[in-house]
């Protein structure tokens, strides 16, 4: 997910800010998260533009909460897009929104996703 600007600089300062509150390393963070320690000290550094499946991770770890973040999400013209047909498609019932994910899911898997 794109962060904007703003997003961006304030989850580094969070990030930079729990690190230093934490005696663990850039590795022992990376063993906690599932990530790379070369990414762990990228990311620390605020040195990220997404909220990436690895920033999200660490975060987790350093107790960050991401709720909130999605409002600083900036899409791309295809994910507005495709939001929109899948939007045009829905009834606005919990009962069609159940049937359009599951007909997702089922497009994904017939990929190999």
């Not at 961006?8 to 390393?25: F, N, P």
């Not at 600083?72 to 495709?82: I, N």
């Not at 939007?87 to 190999?112: I, M, T, Y």
Request: glycine share 4%.
């Amino acid at each position: 997910m794109k962060l904007t600007r703003e997003a961006r600089e304030k989850l580094a300062a969070s990030i930079a800010a729990r690190v230093a509150d934490r005696s663990d390393s850039f590795t022992e963070i990376a063993s906690l998260a599932g990530v790379h320690p070369s990414q762990v000290s990228r990311i620390c550094r605020g040195h990220f533009k997404t909220a990436s499946y690895n920033v999200v991770q660490i975060c987790k770890v350093l107790g960050i909460p991401m709720e909130g973040l999605k409002a600083s999400v900036q899409a791309s013209p295809q994910q507005r897009k495709l939001e929109a047909a899948v939007v045009a498609l829905w009834d606005q019932s919990p009962e069609d929104a159940d049937r359009l994910v599951r007909v997702l899911k089922e497009l994904r898997a017939f990929r190999g996703h």
